[in-house]
């Protein structure tokens, strides 16, 4: 009796442990692999707020371009990234995020060194609902935030949803929530970066 007790809590203790064994084996030898899968994520989504056009999806290709053209500051504990011509930066890529309405949304934004015109946006991370508030990866979205001039901002309002007074980007249908929290996060991260690296207006 204790015997045909005892064996299958046994044989359950030995497959648990053969399967985690596996599990921490395939973490370890791909964790390497998902850093650099990471990293490339991260390189082409700088370069897309940057409006640098990469000529092809290999990994080595983008990584050549993002070293070419991209380098790095720290901030505290926030990495900036930034992009030079010859010698001189002439922009600057800073992570900003907020809370929309299924979650967290994360992202990137780029402006002008001199801080008067907002270069691209685009966003790393999100939950909300696909054809709905999902939309805001969509190229029609973000592509519209190019070059908005960030000088005429009152109290540190530089996205305005149309037809609003001053409004200069379209909000997406049917996601109302999602269209103002991104709009709130956008405005008070790229407001306080501003006003952090000197260059309040």
């Known amino acids: 009796m204790k015997k ?7 044989f359950m203790i ?3 442990a053969f399967f985690t064994l ?3 084996y395939l973490n370890y030898v791909t964790t390497d692999a998902i850093a650099f899968n990471e990293e490339t994520d991260l390189r082409k ?3 897309y707020v940057f409006d640098i056009e990469v000529p092809s999806e290999d ?3 983008i990584e050549e371009v993002f070293n070419q053209y991209v380098g790095k500051e720290e901030t505290g504990d926030e990495t900036i990234y930034f992009i030079k011509e010859g010698e001189e ?10 809370t929309a309405l299924w979650g967290t949304v994360q992202g990137y934004v780029a402006i002008s060194e001199d801080y008067s015109q907002l270069l691209g946006i685009d966003f790393v991370s999100h939950s909300e609902t696909p054809g709905l508030g999902g939309r805001i990866s969509e190229d029609w979205f973000k592509e ?3 070059g908005l001039d960030l000088t005429q901002a009152q109290d540190g309002q530089y996205i305005i949803y149309k037809p609003a ?4 980007v379209d909000a997406i249908a049917g996601a109302t929530q999602t269209s103002n929290s991104v709009s709130k996060f956008l405005n008070e991260d790229i407001f306080e970066f501003i006003n952090r690296k000197g260059g309040s207006r």
């Open 22 to 24: 596996i599990l921490a």
């Open 4 to 10: 045909s007790f005892s064996f299958p809590i046994i």
């Open 144 to 146: 519209q935030f190019r």
């Open 45 to 47: 989504t700088l370069l």
């Open 14 to 16: 030995i497959i648990t």
């Open 59 to 61: 990994p080595k290709v």
């Open 165 to 168: 007074p001053g409004g200069n």
């Open 89 to 98: 930066i002439t922009g600057y890529a800073f992570p900003v995020g907020g």
